[in-house]
């Protein structure tokens, strides 16, 4: 995987700075923290409803089917919004990134093939405390094939939020099996992804990122829904297609941030999933948590605040030298 500098010269503190321009001089190039932050909150939010709704397909309808949806209704939304950002200028960024292109949208159809697969053996919350070791692998492997630079602060903080989750999920009862297994390799292509979208949301515009995925992931399920599909109903037909586009936004969410910010920055972030996952439980489910899951969530927030302190404490920094 290529390796790139980091960039010394952050700008914005947001999605609401003035909007970056496309192609290889895309914003890309300069990071801006928090709005890095911020997209891979919304990402995770997003993921999390998407999540659910996968979860419960998968009982119903083979991997295939499931990703052949994720692909073709996720392209519905990001073909039009890329077009309409980028017009045919967008396409000629293709040119010279062809293999970083490819390498995301085969990590980013097996990362969610790996969690299709654990998620019919596996309940949700096991799937997440394996899910959740990815920021510490993301963390440790960005200084090798990313270039960044990871200090202690940054290190004890991604610590104390895995801590967290420990904590709230509790997941003791996880047991070595095929499920378990699948998870792991979901996980292992998950982290592998996330850094491959740092390189290619640096080489080309996030937008074109997000659709080459979808396409990748499209036309890997080809042969396999030839292969064996299972006829949907009217209502699994709009689940299945829900699914998509809330993973078509989620993914562009996901893409913009790890163009706008180091990923040793924006991975732990993921730790906010399960933050969403409580709220959903509570409201569609009535689960109300545990004292361990607010122990959990405490640490988890005091991990995620003290990144962002950390952050604005360097970017001062940068900003008097």
Known sequence: MATFPRSRQPTGVGPASAPPPMGPSDPAST???FGGIL?????????????????ALT???PVGQILFFRASAALLVLVPLAWSLGGPKLWRQVRGAELKLLLAGLLGAGALSGFLMAWRTMPLVDLAAVLFTAPLIVTALSVPLLGERVGVHRWSAVMIGFVGVLVALQ??????????LWAALGTLSYAFWVMSLRTAGKA???HLVAVTNAIIMLALSVPLILWQWTPPSLPETAALTGLGIIGGLAQLCLVRAFSLAPA???APFDYSYIAYATVLGYAVFGDFPTSSTWIG????TASGLYIIHRERVTARRRARS
Request: glycine share 12%; aromatic share 10%.
């Open 31 to 33: 990071d801006r923290p």
């Open 39 to 55: 997209f891979m909150l919304a990402a995770v939010a997003l993921f999390s409803v998407m999540d659910t709704l996968a979860k």
């Open 59 to 61: 009982t119903t309808f």
């Open 171 to 180: 997941p003791g009862g996880v047991g070595f099996g095929p499920g378990t």
């Open 204 to 206: 080309v515009s996030s």
């Open 264 to 266: 040793a920055l924006v």
């Open 297 to 300: 969530l405490a640490l988890l």
